[in-house]
């Protein structure tokens, strides 16, 4: 009994050690991180409100949009102002996928003007001087000018209004900036339509050992729009799945015709037949084509050689002299 007491001691002893030396260096990182290193930094800017519905914009006429940068840090004085434009995934999963359908993709970047740029914030203290809630150290209201050009297309349109806080003390071990941009829509009359039709799908050929599928089609609608990776199938005479794969994403203007190639990796697949599905997905609606292809074995292209001929002397460069020198002699002679 008095073994085992001791060996229980003895435990007892370890553990109390190892939470002491676990509680200083506890204490020595805490220490470091007050005294040695600089303190953490973070910086908050942001848009009040965050969304704005610009309404409806007659192409060649402008528009001059408000809105509020709010931040609740005291070291923002500056912001820099920029654009982006807008993601289709926020009408896809907004209040706003009523305008999926009509949604145009045109670039408008070169649309939007800043009145001032960057733009000084201005201390605040009293929050009814601001439209939004909470501790704000700083305000701004900021204005910006849509320009519509009189080719604009028909539909949505949307864009992004970023921030970029300018003053970022660089003594600090770590920045953390949280920023939450402005987004904006507004529409341009007209008859805004999103389609598209595939016109064929054909091999091309290999490409180091794989099969090339060109696939030709068109967007059909009245804007332009972005697709997905086009979607590749590939079925046996019986309708048997046999293997899938996808091709890049292009941005198409209206009626514009665009050529994709995709390639097939092939695996342990017999030559002959299939049925291809393409699918090509612009995100309002999508365009299906199945067509017949063949696989056949790729020919086997010989090396390219030097075919040396035997050198053959141009006797009739020396009739042609002779001639001219029997001329010339009568010329002089006579």
């Known amino acids: 009994m008095n073994k085992i007491d001791n060996q229980e001691l003895f435990i007892i002893f370890q553990t109390i050690n190892l939470i002491m030396i676990n509680l200083k260096n506890i204490l020595i990182s805490i220490l470091f991180l007050t005294f040695i290193i600089p ?14 519905n610009l309404g409806e914009i007659q192409p060649g006429t402008s528009k001059i949009a408000t809105f509020q940068i709010v931040t609740a840090s005291e070291e923002v004085s500056l912001v820099q102002l920029g654009k982006a434009k807008g993601s289709i995934d926020f009408l896809r999963k907004g209040e706003y996928n009523y305008a999926l359908m009509n949604y145009s993709e045109q670039d408008i970047l070169p ?9 000084e914030m201005t201390k605040i203290e009293d929050l009814s001087k601001t439209k939004a809630g909470g501790t704000i150290k700083g305000a701004k209201e900021i204005n910006f000018i849509i320009k519509v050009p009189k080719d604009a297309e028909p539909g949505y349109h949307m864009g992004i209004i970023t921030l970029t806080p300018l003053n970022i003390q660089t003594n600090k071990l770590v920045v953390i900036q949280a920023i939450v941009p402005l987004t904006f829509i507004f529409k341009v009359p007209g008859k805004a339509v999103r389609d598209a039709k595939i016109f064929e799908v054909s091999t091309n050929g290999y490409y180091n050992g794989n099969l090339i599928l060109d696939i030709f089609f068109q967007n059909t609608g009245t804007v332009t729009f972005s ?19 996808t091709s890049y994403t292009v941005y198409v203007k ?16 017999e030559l002959g037949n299939y049925n ?59």
């Open 39 to 52: 303190e953490i930094h973070a910086q908050s800017v942001g848009v009040s409100p965050p969304f704005l």
């Open 111 to 119: 649309w939007i003007e800043f009145i001032s740029n960057p733009v």
């Open 227 to 245: 697709i997905l990776p086009v979607e590749v199938k590939i079925f046996d005479k019986k309708n048997n799945f046999i293997d899938e794969f």
């Open 254 to 269: 209206p009626g514009e015709m665009k050529h994709i190639s995709a390639l097939w990796e092939k695996k342990d697949v």
């Open 276 to 334: 291809a599905e393409v699918k090509i997905d612009y995100m309002s609606g999508y365009a299906l084509k199945k067509s017949n292809i063949e696989l056949y074995s790729p020919q086997q292209i010989p090396p390219a050689r030097v075919v040396e001929k035997e050198f053959v002397f141009p006797w009739w460069v020396v009739i042609v002299l002779v001639i001219v020198v029997i001329v010339a002699y009568m010329y002089y002679r006579g």
